[in-house]
């Protein structure tokens, strides 16, 4: 862990001089080919969510699950479902998911994809994500009426979520999430690599390597096997 932070910014200059697609806070998603093809899917997406979230207490809380996420992540508020994470699948939850599955493992590049829920009135501040090696893709599944008061900031910029619409944006950037609504905001959250050159790949690659096998990643895995297990013992 601590070689990795001190290799972070570095690795994190090299992918951003090699990216192909430039190096924005937020992104155009017509850049992004298969964009098109989750979004025409959502509503398939959304069954599924529908039925797997559909007593949240069974869906563990990211602070409980990863001790990395306990600073921005307000107890209990924040929660995640896992269908992959650093390219490790979670078996029961994917099998209760087999649709949304099937279309996320055709993303190119594929990292991890989870649903993401914040209850209303959660703030997650301000932080910023583990390397530039991946992008980030916000799918909207459900999203609160008053929209404009559940947004997220990336940078100087606010984007707001639209049901079956994607956003992707780079979460080194200093960011951070607003529900100010009554309402539960979901969305199916992917992170894919970043399109770069043969140098930016590399380290990227060895860079993501090496947080797939840290314990930020394994104590998560660690996490989600021990909140399972308790939720089968009740």
């Known amino acids: 862990m601590r070689f990795g932070k001190w290799m972070q910014p570095k690795t994190n200059r090299w992918i951003a001089n090699s990216a192909k697609l430039g190096d924005p806070p937020v992104y155009d998603t017509a ?12 509503e398939t997406i959304r069954a599924e969510a529908a039925v797997a979230l559909q007593d949240l207490e069974k869906v563990p809380p990211l602070a409980t699950i990863s001790p990395d996420h306990r600073r921005i992540a307000p107890a209990g508020r924040w929660r995640s479902f896992f269908l992959i994470g650093y390219r490790y699948r979670d078996e029961a939850n994917c099998a209760k998911c087999p649709k949304t599955t099937a279309i996320i493992e055709k993303i190119p590049g594929l990292n991890s994809a989870f649903f993401s829920v914040l209850v209303r009135g959660t703030h997650i501040p301000p932080h910023t994500g583990v390397t530039k090696a991946f992008l980030t893709c916000h799918l909207g599944i459900q999203v609160p009426h008053e929209r404009e008061k559940c947004r997220m900031r990336v940078v100087d910029q606010y984007v707001h979520w639209t049901e079956g619409r994607a956003l992707v944006f780079d979460d080194c950037y200093d960011h951070e999430v607003l529900n100010d609504t009554d309402e539960t905001r979901i ?3 992917v992170q894919f690599k970043r399109p770069v050159g043969i ?21 998560a895995r660690k996490g989600i096997a021990q909140w399972s297990a308790e939720r089968v013992g009740q």
């Not at 850049?31 to 959502?42: A, M």
């Not at 140098?199 to 104590?219: A, H, T």
């Open 31 to 42: 850049v992004f080919p298969w964009i098109k093809e989750l979004e025409s899917h959502w």
């Open 187 to 189: 969305i199916l959250l």
């Open 199 to 219: 140098i930016g790949k590399i380290v990227g690659n060895l860079f993501l390597e090496g947080v797939r096998r840290s314990r930020f990643v394994q104590d």
